[in-house]
């Protein structure tokens, strides 16, 4: 397992609109692609984006505590936030958007704003979590905390559970080869959830510790999104 860059965080919703609208008018955010079943939205194509799902609602937070994302002056974008209720912890700035979907803004050199900074998952045991993490080759960063590409995914004291209707669809990295990453999930034993070829992309979903979805997607040389 070779990834990359955190790609996107996917997210079941019942009503994408009021997320699409917050993060395009609010973050600066614009929406790269939409169909029938899901809208994707981000400030860059080939950066951490976010990929909103339709699904029944009400929706569970399970696992995902929040996802973060990297900005180069936090006090700029603050601004953008008048009226929302933001609560400053451990340096960031976090507030709550839909359907208990709850974002934050970290401040760190980055080219692209609001790129992806990382993604806070609960666990009940987040140690035991991040070691197991490195099987799906994310790299160590500290004990509750791995890295792919200069963004984390950190594991927070929590039950994550296993609700019917979560809000967190799957985690995305990207990787050279989905062909290749099949064959190596196949021969590490990994619970393979499924393969798609899609116009864009060619993707291998897994299921990694915790019941958590990630996705190995590669990106076609039609790939044109911006």
């Given at each position: ?37 899901f ?14 799902f ?70 009940a ?37 296993d ?54 997607v ?9």
């Amino acid at each position: 397992m070779r990834p990359k860059i955190l790609d996107h965080v996917a997210l079941w919703v019942a009503d994408r609109d009021p997320i699409t609208d917050f993060v395009t008018e609010r973050l600066t955010m614009h929406v790269i692609e939409k169909t029938d079943k899901f809208t994707l939205v981000g400030t860059n194509a080939r950066r951490g984006k976010l990929t909103l799902f339709d699904a029944e609602g009400p929706r569970e937070r399970g696992a995902l505590k929040h996802i973060a994302l990297r900005v180069n002056d936090l006090d700029e974008a603050l601004g953008g936030l008048d009226g929302v209720d933001v609560a400053r912890e451990n340096g960031g700035a976090y507030f709550d958007v839909h359907e208990g979907l709850r974002l934050g803004l970290v401040e760190a050199d980055t080219d692209v704003d609001y790129d992806l900074d990382h993604v806070a998952l609960f666990s009940a045991s987040p140690e035991e979590t991040a070691q197991k993490y490195k099987e799906f080759g994310f790299a160590p960063e500290a004990e509750t905390r791995v890295e792919v590409g200069g963004a984390f995914v950190e594991f927070h004291p929590g039950e994550p559970g296993d609700p019917e209707r979560p809000l967190l669809n799957h985690l995305a990295v990207l990787v050279d080869s989905a062909d290749e990453t099949l064959e190596e999930a196949k021969q590490a034993g990994m619970d393979v959830a499924d393969v798609v070829d899609a116009a864009n992309t060619l993707a291998v979903f897994v299921w990694g510790p915790e019941h958590v979805k990630i996705e190995y997607v590669e990106q076609k040389p039609t790939f044109a999104l911006k």
